[in-house]
């Protein structure tokens, strides 16, 4: 299977956002639901937020209000737009198909917030 590709993570202050990126094969993006989700070691992977091929969206209840999540169907790209950024939102983002089950999983985008 082809692998995800997410890009965007970096280090910003507390408030601050960041803009995430992910490609996805054709085949996987055009007939899926897509999601991101994220990672601290020692933890669960967490369900972070959804969009169906036509873009209606779900979000988990620590994200409402300051994350966005979208897809260009034409680039095979979804992304997540993070606003109010706070330090507990610090984890390794990855994407993929909304699951179970899932495709398989890229290498992540590390995401670190300085509070």
């Known amino acids: 299977q082809v692998q995800p590709v997410e890009s965007g993570g970096g280090l910003v202050q507390a408030g601050g956002s960041l803009r995430l990126s992910c490609g996805a094969s054709g085949i996987i993006f055009s007939i899926n639901t897509m999601a991101w989700y994220r990672q601290v070691p020692g933890n669960q992977r967490e369900l972070v937020a959804t969009i169906t091929r036509r873009g209606n969206t779900n979000y988990a209840d620590f994200v409402k209000g300051r994350f966005t999540i979208s897809r260009d169907n034409a680039k095979n790209t979804v992304y997540l737009q993070m606003n109010s950024l706070k330090a507990e939102d610090t984890a390794v983002y990855y994407c993929?198909?909304?699951?179970?089950?899932?495709?398989?999983w890229g290498q992540g985008t590390q995401v670190t917030v300085s509070s």
């Open positions: 993929n198909i909304f699951g179970p089950p899932f495709g398989s």
